[in-house]
């Protein structure tokens, strides 16, 4: 397994330990002009819910692959927190903020990978 594998492993984990839900992973690999290489997209419920998910994707990152965020932005209201690992961009959204942007369809030629919601 590769470092962003990796990468998109624990990103996983951390978002699915605070049951956030509707993951969506899409590869931006053969897109013409995406800024990385990934971009992983989930929600929370509530804005304590993201903020959590949040903080636990940088823990199990932190922990795991030894890698921190070169940014993080929203922390401060939780309604969209996006998390910058160079080849993966986290997105981690409020319901609202989720169906509003619709990030996964400005990324239409990107392969998206659902992943099933925990319980």
């Not at 922390?75 to 169906?99: G, I, K, N």
Request: charged share 25%; net charge negative.
């Amino acid at each position: 397994m590769n470092t962003t594998e990796n990468l998109l492993r624990d990103i996983t984990k951390g978002i699915q330990e605070k049951k956030g839900n509707g993951i969506v992973i899409a590869d931006l690999q053969k897109v013409e002009g995406a800024i990385c290489k990934y971009f992983v997209i989930c929600q929370g419920s509530s804005p304590l819910q993201v903020d959590a998910i949040a903080n636990s994707v940088i823990d199990v990152v932190r922990e795991s692959s030894h890698e921190k965020p070169v940014g993080v932005i929203g922390l401060d209201r939780a309604q969209w927190v996006a998390m910058d690992y160079t080849d993966v961009m986290v997105h981690v959204m409020l319901p609202e903020m989720r169906d509003f942007y619709s990030l996964e369809t400005l990324w239409s030629d990107a392969n998206l990978k659902h992943l099933p919601d925990l319980d």
